[in-house]
C-alpha cells in the first residue's frame, strides 16, 4: 500500500512542466465550500429568537473567536476578527473534512502552510503599524538596545517558520499514521484515529489562530506607560 505523505505527491493532471496536483484541489474545494455555506448561512440573518442552526453555528464561532482574541489582545476584537477568524476557519474545515475517503487535507503540504504562515508574517506589521507607526513599530527591533536589531529580525522570521512547520508536521504525521494502521488493522483502527484526528485538527486550527493572534498583538501592543506621559506633556 502506498503512503502519501502529503497532497503533493498526488498529480491529478500534468501537462509539460505545468501540473495540478490534490493541494490545489482541495484547497480550492475548502475555500468553495466556506464561500458557498457562508453565502447560505448569511442570507437570511435573523434577530429574533428563533435562530437557523447555521445561524446559531456562525455565531457560536464568531463569539468564541471574539473572545479569545480580546482575551489576547486586551482589546475589542473588531480589527483583528476577520483574519484571525479566517485563518481558524480554514484550517479547521480543511482538517474536519479528512472524514470523507479521498480526501487529503491541504494543510497536510509544506506548501499551504508556508502560506498560512506569510499570511501572518505579512499582518503582523499591518497592524503593528497601524497601531503604533511606522516609527514606533520599527523601534521594537532596537529593543533593548540596537545590537539586538538583527537578533529580533531572526527571531521573526524563525517563530513564522516554526507556524508553518508545526503545522505541517502534526497534520502530516496524522496522515501517515491513519496509512500505516489501515495496512495492519483496517477495520479497528481507523474509525479510532479517524475520531482522534478531528479533535487534533480542531486543536491544531485553534493553536495556529491563538499564535498568530499572539504574534499581531505583541507587535501592535503599546507601552501605556509611555502613552500616558506623551498624553501628559501634550495637554501641559
Given amino acids: 500500500m502506498t503512503v502519501n505523505l502529503t497532497p503533493d505527491q498526488i ?12 493541494t490545489l484541489i482541495f484547497t480550492w474545494l475548502v475555500m468553495g465550500l466556506l464561500v ?12 429574533s429568537t428563533q435562530l ?14 471574539s473572545n479569545q482574541i480580546e482575551e489576547i489582545s486586551e482589546r475589542p476584537p473588531g480589527p483583528y476578527l476577520p ?16 472524514v470523507i475517503p479521498g480526501y487529503q487535507p491541504p494543510t497536510g503540504s509544506l506548501s499551504t502552510t508556508t502560506a498560512l504562515a506569510l499570511c501572518v508574517f505579512c499582518a503582523v506589521p499591518l497592524y503593528g503599524v497601524q497601531k503604533k507607526g511606522v516609527r514606533g513599530y520599527l523601534q521594537q527591533y532596537l529593543q533593548p538596545s540596537p545590537v539586538m536589531l538583527p537578533f529580533n529580525i531572526i ?5 513564522i517558520l516554526a507556524l508553518a512547520v ?21 477495520l479497528i483502527f481507523p474509525v479510532v484515529m479517524q475520531l482522534l484526528g478531528l479533535l487534533t485538527g480542531l486543536i491544531q486550527a485553534y493553536i495556529f489562530a491563538i499564535l498568530a493572534m499572539v504574534f499581531i498583538a505583541a507587535a501592535s501592543r503599546v507601552d501605556t506607560q509611555k502613552q500616558a506621559s506623551v498624553s501628559e506633556v501634550s495637554h501641559g
Fill in 36 to 47: 458557498m455555506g457562508s453565502w447560505l448561512v448569511t442570507r437570511r440573518l435573523s434577530d
Fill in 155 to 159: 527571531g521573526e522570521l524563525s517563530r
Fill in 83 to 98: 483574519f484571525v477568524g479566517t485563518l481558524f476557519i480554514f484550517i479547521a474545515v480543511s482538517n474536519l473534512l479528512s
Fill in 52 to 65: 437557523s442552526r447555521g445561524q446559531n453555528l456562525l455565531e457560536v464561532v464568531v463569539l468564541g473567536i
Fill in 11 to 22: 498529480i491529478v493532471w500534468q501537462w509539460g512542466m505545468f501540473s495540478l496536483n490534490a
Fill in 166 to 186: 508545526r503545522l505541517f508536521g502534526n497534520v502530516m504525521s496524522g496522515t501517515m499514521i491513519v496509512g500505516i494502521l489501515l495496512s495492519v488493522a483496517p
